[in-house]
């Protein structure tokens, strides 16, 4: 049974930094792209970020892109997303991602994680 569980939301001001965990079980880590994706209160589920199995390769939404970074411990099993230059906008339940895939780039999701609730506040 595949278990994605996320770690590391809370509160924090704008302009603060916040590191998101993502702690997986029950696949092959090393060979699965991981991703995370947030959701806003009456938004849509957004892609934040991506990275390829081996922790080369990885992909971020425009909205975040150079502010948050996106990486993997293949030997902890686990996947984080640090995030710097926080803004009222980031503020959602974010979701850790997983794809049987090698890469990225390529197909679905295939597993989905719990979430976690950041909420950045002035």
């Known amino acids: 049974q595949v278990q994605l569980a996320e770690s590391g939301g809370r509160e924090v001001q704008i302009g603060g930094s916040l590191t998101l965990s993502c702690a997986a079980s029950?696949?092959?880590?090393?060979?699965?792209?991981m991703g995370w994706f947030r959701q806003a209160p009456g938004k849509e589920r957004e892609f934040v970020a991506g990275?390829?199995?081996?922790?080369?390769?990885?992909f971020y939404g425009d909205s975040v892109e150079d502010r948050f970074t996106i990486s993997r411990d293949n030997a902890k099993m686990t996947v984080y997303l640090q995030m710097n230059s926080l803004e009222l906008e980031d503020t959602a339940i974010y979701y850790c991602?997983?794809?049987?895939?090698?890469?990225?780039?390529?197909?679905?999701?295939?597993?989905w994680g719990q979430g976690t609730q950041v909420t950045v506040s002035s």
């Open positions: 029950g696949l092959t880590f090393s060979r699965s792209a």
């Open positions: 990275i390829n199995w081996s922790g080369y390769g990885t």
């Open positions: 991602a997983a794809k049987l895939r090698l890469v990225w780039q390529s197909g679905d999701v295939d597993y």
